[in-house]
Nanobody, 125 residues
């Protein structure tokens, strides 16, 4: 019912910036809590940041706090992740996800119902 498409990934040098976008289809997008996850080779998919439909209630992983900013524009059915001061450890496939079951952003991937296909972010040292 809700389809998500990520874009904005690429290759940058350490200290650089990228802005990821997640475009959503569906008339109920504005009521969903949405978030970003990432998965590096050989590691589990982990929560990065999430933003609720109202409030807003925002949660950000401690290791990226102060460098990453999550936002949403309901008029455009789009969510964003602004990534600054990127580090090689940030290299991963980044996924956007959505859930209509919670009023605060869950941190477990199993609590999200809809997923995009991912976009690759590579940070060189």
């Amino acid at each position: 019912q809700v389809q998500l498409v990520e874009s904005g990934g690429g290759v940058v040098q350490a200290g650089g910036s990228l802005r990821l976008s997640c475009a959503a289809s569906g008339r109920t997008f504005s009521t969903y809590t949405v978030g970003w996850f990432r998965q590096a080779p050989g590691k589990e998919r982990e929560f990065v940041a999430g933003i609720s439909a109202s409030g807003p209630n925002i949660k950000i992983k401690d290791s990226v706090k102060g460098r990453f900013t999550i936002s949403r524009d309901n008029a455009k059915n789009t969510m964003y992740l602004q990534m600054n001061s990127l580090k090689p450890e940030d290299t991963a496939v980044y996924y956007c996800a959505a859930t209509g079951r919670f009023t605060v952003p869950p941190v477990l991937r199993t609590w999200y119902d809809y997923w995009g296909q991912g976009t690759q972010v590579t940070v060189s040292s």
